[in-house]
C-alpha cells in the first residue's frame, strides 16, 4: 500500500513544557506565523525515559508493554510504529539512544553489530544509534545534537525514509546536572532550539510533517519518574496539514502512536486504544 504523507517525530528527552514555551524561541515563532501548532501532552506513569519510550512506539501504558525502569528493557511484544510501518510497505529510520533498538528490534543491543545497519524488511530500516555509556552527572557523554539532525537528514536524502524517529538525551542530561532554572540551561535549550531551527525547513521542504516533543518533563531539582506536572508534562508542535483539537486542549502520551500511523495512512493496530488527535 502507498502511506500518503512522511513524518518525522523528533523527540528531546526531559522538557518540562514552560521551558518550552519560555525558552524555545524558533519554535514559538513558527506558531505565532501560523506555520506550527503546539499542544500541552501528559506523559504515561512512571515518568521514567524507558517507559515513556516504549509507550510513545507502541501506545500502551508501562504496566501493559511492561518496561517499568530504565533498568528493565527488552523486546517489547506489542505492535509498535516501526512494525506497522514496515508492515505497509514503508521504510523506516532511527536516530536515537539504543534503548530503542532493544525495544523494537532485539535485545541485549550488541554495541558492533547493533550500532549501525540497513536492514530491508526489518522494522527498523535503517537504524543509527548510541548509548551514552559512561554516563554521569560530571560527564553527560552525549553526542552533538547538530550531528544527530545531520544523520537523520542523510537517511531522508539517501534512503527515502517515510518514517523517522530521532531522540536525544542532551537537555535531560542537562536537567539531571544543572535543574531547569539556571544560567546553564537556559543556555543549552537556547543551543537546541538554534540546532533544530537549521533542519527543520529542509524536513518541511523534503515534504515530511514534523513533530517536535520530548518523552517527559522534568523538575527544578531535575528529577522525573513520578506523578507530578512539572515531572510529567511538556510540549507537543506539529508542522503538517492534519487538523488538531482546540489549543487548550490536554494530550495523552498514547495518542502519539496512533496519531503517527494515521497521519502516514497505515492501519492503526487494536492494541493501540487511545484516538488520534489529529484528522
Known amino acids: 500500500m502507498a502511506l500518503t504523507t512522511k513524518l518525522l517525530l523528533i523527540i528531546l528527552d526531559g522538557v518540562p513544557y514552560r521551558n518550552w514555551r519560555r525558552l524555545m524561541g524558533n519554535l514559538e515563532g513558527w506558531v505565532q506565523s501560523g506555520e506550527a501548532r503546539i499542544w500541552k501532552m501528559r506523559s504515561v506513569l512512571p515518568s521514567t525515559s524507558a517507559c515513556c519510550y516504549a509507550s510513545i512506539h507502541t501506545g500502551v501504558a508501562p504496566q501493559v508493554h511492561g518496561i517499568l525502569t530504565n533498568e528493565n528493557r527488552f523486546r517489547v511484544e506489542q505492535p509498535d510504529i516501526f512494525s506497522e510501518v514496515s508492515k505497509a510497505g514503508g521504510k523506516t529510520g532511527a536516530v536515537t539512544h539504543s534503548y530503542w533498538s532493544e525495544f523494537f528490534r532485539a535485545s541485549p543491543f550488541d554495541l558492533v ?13 535503517h537504524g543509527r ?10 560527564n553527560q557523554m552525549t553526542p552533538s545534537d547538530v550531528d544527530l539532525f545531520a544523520t537523520l537528514t542523510m537517511l531522508t536524502r539517501r534512503h527515502g525514509i517515510d518514517y523517522g524517529i530521532l531522540h536525544t538525551c542532551t537537555l535531560d542530561s542537562m536537567g539531571h546536572r544543572f535543574g531547569h532554572d539556571c544560567h546553564e540551561m537556559d543556555h543549552a535549550v537556547y543551543a537546541m532550539d538554534g540546532m533544530l531551527a537549521t533542519f527543520l525547513p529542509r524536513w518541511r521542504e523534503a515534504g515530511y510533517e514534523v513533530i517536535v516533543t520530548a518523552d517527559h518533563g522534568q523538575t527544578d531539582r531535575g528529577h522525573h519518574g513520578g506523578h507530578d506536572d512539572e515531572m510529567q508534562d511538556f510540549a507537543l508542535y506539529y508542522f503538517g496539514l492534519g487538523k488538531g483539537p482546540e489549543a487548550d486542549t490536554l494530550l495523552n502520551q498514547l495518542q502519539l502512536a496512533p496519531t503517527v500511523l494515521a497521519r502516514l495512512g497505515v492501519p492503526v493496530p487494536a492494541t493501540m486504544k487511545a484516538k488520534s488527535f489529529l484528522d
Open 129 to 138: 544509534f548510541h548509548t551514552m555509556t559512561g554516563y554521569n552527572a560530571r
Open 113 to 125: 553489530e547493533d550500532m549501525e545497519f540497513d536492514e530491508p524488511g526489518g522494522p527498523i530500516t
